[in-house]
């Protein structure tokens, strides 16, 4: 035994069938790991979200910040009246089932004003474009190709530089192909 023997106190006098010696802590809660799993669901989520986001941002697909738009008047295009230029030249191109509507195009384009040297016809060896229309190419040939398609009784004109002439010409060119369509339209 030691020399040093300190005074009992309350401690010593614990009885010893209790089988606890020593100094004693409580214990743990009772870990709840569905709450657990729960946060840390929701947490993953949430960072995977946050990521999709800033990776949306920096790849420009979402403006933070969009510019405001101007609240400038829209001008109108003016209406273009149909007209008779029998100063242009008429390329008719038959692209449809029928080699008749070719002369039947001819007659009719010559009988509205255009003079034999400037209507020009040739036949395609497509046979099958669906829609006959009125191909120009200058916006301010519009006029003049609507009076064609008018002429011919023909619904669908469009700008194209598909049938460009050559540059020597001086002349407006507009170009009829004729399609599928052509027949039903007499």
């Known amino acids: 035994?030691?020399?040093n023997r300190y005074p009992d106190d309350r401690f010593d006098a614990v009885p010893r069938d209790q089988g606890r010696v020593g100094a004693h802590r409580a214990e743990n809660p009772r870990l709840r790991l569905g709450l657990v799993f729960l946060w840390a669901a929701v947490g993953a989520i949430v960072l995977f979200l946050v990521g999709v986001f800033a990776a949306l941002v920096v790849t420009d697909r979402i403006d933070l910040f969009p510019a405001t738009q101007s609240t400038a008047a829209v001008t109108p295009?003016?209406?273009v009246s149909p007209t008779i230029d029998t100063k242009s030249v008429v390329l008719?191109?038959?692209a449809g089932p029928t080699d008749a509507d070719t002369e039947v195009a001819q007659q009719e384009v010559l009988a509205a004003?255009?003079?034999a040297d400037a209507v020009l016809t040739v036949s395609s060896d497509q046979k099958d474009f669906p829609t006959?229309?009125?191909y120009y190419v200058n916006p301010g040939d519009r006029g003049a190709a609507l009076g064609l398609a008018k002429t011919l009784g023909l619904a669908t004109v469009q700008q194209s530089d598909a049938y460009q002439?050559?540059?020597a010409s001086k002349k407006m060119q507009l170009t009829v192909v004729i399609g599928e369509d052509f027949s039903s339209s007499e």
Do not use: E, F, H, R
């Open 132 to 134: 006959s229309t009125v």
């Open 92 to 94: 008719i191109l038959n």
């Open 113 to 115: 004003g255009w003079t």
């Open 1 to 3: 035994m030691p020399k």
């Open 77 to 79: 295009t003016p209406t």
């Open 165 to 167: 002439q050559d540059a």
